[in-house]
């Protein structure tokens, strides 16, 4: 189901910044641990990093370590992922999911958004 919205995406040149959002008029979202994955074309979706729904811990991937952080901002019902130092292999399309647990399937989906990375 459908029921996240993700924004934030677009072009940007190596070494940049985007900050993608991640929404719901459906739900709270943080009665749930909130998943970022990406897909990037001829290859399989990976997580990226995930926020507890316990205590806001972080598990990124290694890949995206010290580069992306997440964060949640209740007020608006928004996760954030910042991501800085882009890279190339970073162009995907990102999509926001929840699960009760990081790690636990996911239960939410949004539509995506595109990150390209290129000169």
């Known amino acids: 189901q459908l029921q996240l919205v993700e924004s934030g995406g677009g072009l940007v040149q190596p070494g940049g910044s985007l900050r993608l959002s991640c929404t719901s008029s459906e739900f709270t979202l943080d009665a749930y641990a909130i998943d970022w994955f990406r897909q990037a074309p001829g290859k399989e979706r990976e997580g990226v990093s995930c926020?507890?729904?316990?205590?806001?811990?972080?598990y990124p991937r290694k890949s995206v370590k010290g580069r992306f952080t997440m964060s949640r901002d209740n007020a608006k019902n928004t996760v954030y992922l910042q991501m800085n130092s882009l890279k190339p292999e970073d162009t995907a399309v990102y999509y926001c999911a929840a699960s009760t647990w990081c790690g636990g399937p996911s239960i939410y989906w949004g539509q995506g958004t595109q990150v390209t990375v290129s000169s």
């Open positions: 926020i507890s729904k316990s205590d806001d811990s972080t």
